[in-house]
């Protein structure tokens, strides 16, 4: 089993290197700077340091996982927004900081995985997305950058599963409300449930399921 997890250094990133290596995969993850990185070679994965929201750096993957054939690529980098309320315009620095992260970075990383024989035949892609992005099942306000954000990685996600067909199955997934430095202290779910949840799920997943939005807990969300 090898696993990739783009965005790994804390939080549910991190949390997926810790159980995927707990079961024996090999697993190759990415960081932005030394300590990131130090975390995850200390639970014995291969570390990448990799900015999504820098072009050059995160051009410089394709090469570094050429023929790596992943079972497994969990695109996880992200960020919040400001929590403005209503329809509260963001700043042009806010909406290209969460836009350039949450949106082109995952449009960055997605070919490279993809084009590169980086993921095996029938693969699983899996991004992390936000039951916030859903516009199906949205019945409250607030956080409109990153809901935006969530919505349009929604929409990449699902030309990805379209352009692979039969070659991988993609997903987008909320992992939850969970316990993490984006989450907070007082998020109902903690992040070994969220991540044990989510491996289950991709583990689980059927051909026909890709081009879906799921639940932690694998049922369907609404786009
Ligand atoms: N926690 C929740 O309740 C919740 C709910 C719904 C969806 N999500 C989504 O789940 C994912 C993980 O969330 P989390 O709670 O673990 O967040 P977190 O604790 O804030 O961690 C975010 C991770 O993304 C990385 N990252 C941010 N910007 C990056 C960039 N430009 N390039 C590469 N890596 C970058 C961070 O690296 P650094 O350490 O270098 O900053 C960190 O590893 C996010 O996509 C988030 O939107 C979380």
Redesign the pocket.
């Known amino acids: 089993m090898k696993v990739l997890v ?10 997926f290197v810790r159980q995927y290596r707990a079961e024996g995969a090999e697993v190759t993850a ?4 030394d300590a ?1 990185l130090e975390r995850l070679r200390g639970l014995g994965a291969t570390g990448l340091r ?5 072009a050059a ?2 051009s410089g993957l394709a090469w570094q996982i050429e023929g790596a054939a992943f079972d497994v690529a969990i695109v ?5 927004a400001h929590r403005a309320s209503g329809l509260d315009a963001p700043t042009e620095a806010d909406f290209d900081h969460v836009m ?3 949106v082109l ?1 995952p449009m960055r990383v997605l070919p490279q995985i993809a084009d590169t024989g980086a993921l095996a035949r029938g693969g699983r892609i899996a ?6 992005g859903s516009i199906g099942a949205r019945a409250s306000t607030g956080s409109s950058l ?1 809901r935006a954000s ?1 919505a349009a990685l929604n929409s990449v996600l699902k030309d990805a599963s379209l352009v692979l067909g039969e070659r991988a199955i993609c997903v987008a997934l ?11 202290a007082g ?1 109902e ?1 903690d ?1 070994a449930t ?1 991540v044990a949840d989510m491996r289950r799920v991709i583990a689980g997943l059927a051909p026909g399921r890709s081009g879906s939005f799921l639940n932690h807990d694998g049922t369907t969300i609404p786009w």
Do not use: F
């Open positions: 783009v965005g790994a250094s804390r939080g549910i990133g991190l949390e990415t960081a932005r700077d990131g990799l900015d999504v929201a820098d750096s995160a996880n980098a992200g960020v919040t350039r992260t949450n970075g991004v992390l997305s936000s039951r916030m990153y969530k909320h992992p939850g409300w969970v316990r993490t430095d984006m989450g907070g998020a779910l992040v969220s």
